[in-house]
């Protein structure tokens, strides 16, 4: 069993590199200014190109894309060539990426909500899923995933589910085929998950902190296993982070670090599996709180670390 570890958007070691450096629509509309748009674009596909590469001279085998890498890309007022103009720069990046084999994702953000009640938005969420597609497609990642939350609780959860079906049902194929979903922290719990992968086969992404937060009388130890069955050509994916603080107030927000402790009992809990997971890391120091965390495993167990950031338990 490997375990390997990412994490997601930022890389607090790299300061000054961002890859969601962003054009806003109000300003846009002011200035109409393609020049501009097109220099940030090419600012954010280079810092992502410099983030693959601090990637792979550290090992990190795992990373998590940022939505905001092409500005006004799912804007209708705004028509531009976001795929084809830049492919110099996507074909170096995806050569590292195919080189390095790194798994690469993507998790669109709260405005991506495909059981919207408003057909605006489902609409809007069909753009938005497309446009990441798109770029995975672009930077030639052979499995492609998009990670969504199930959405909006309008009207109840058994009509929420309802309408995620539905409209999942009138995606293309190929959207279909990268959609996973990840139980919440208020709503939508690892039976709801489990409940689409039945209907639809898609995967089911284990998020163990919304977990703790949004558990009802659900026992994981007795799903952890159908979790991990709804993954078929790609190591099950799992997001791991530890709470702010245990107020009510602020656990659900994301601490700085990750909790060791408990990270190794959950570790404990899904070894005997004996299978090959990655976890994404969900702490707001980024790869600081990956490589701390990596510290703390090696000086508290006994796991046979095979680099950086890949271990046997």
Known sequence: ????????????????????????????????????????????????EQIIDYNIANNIHFYRLSSRIIPLATKKEVVFDYLTKYDNYYDKIASKIKKSQMRIDFHPDQFCVLNSTNQEVVLNSIEILKYHYNLLKKLKVAKKILVLHIGSNTFGKKNSLSRFINNYQKLPTYIKKAIAVENDDKVFNIDDCLYLNQKLGIPVILDYHHYVC??????????????????????????????????????????????????????????????????????????????RLVRELKYKTNYHFIDDTSFEP
């Open 214 to 291: 949004n558990s009802g009388d659900i026992n994981l130890d007795d799903k952890l296993e159908k979790i991990f069955n709804t993954w078929q050509d790609i190591n099950p994916k799992i997001h791991f982070s530890s709470p702010k603080n245990l107020t009510k107030k602020e656990m659900r927000s994301h601490s700085d670090y990750i909790d060791c402790n408990k990270f190794i009992e959950f570790i404990e809990k899904i070894k005997k599996y004996k299978i090959d997971i990655d976890i994404m890391i969900e702490a707001k120091k980024k790869d600081e709180a990956l490589f």
């Open 1 to 48: 069993m490997v375990i390997r570890l990412g994490y997601a958007c930022i890389s607090n070691t790299l300061e000054g590199i961002t890859t969601s450096t962003n054009y806003t629509y109000t300003a846009y509309s002011k200035e109409k200014n393609n020049a501009k748009l097109d220099q940030i674009i090419k600012s954010n596909l280079t810092a992502l």
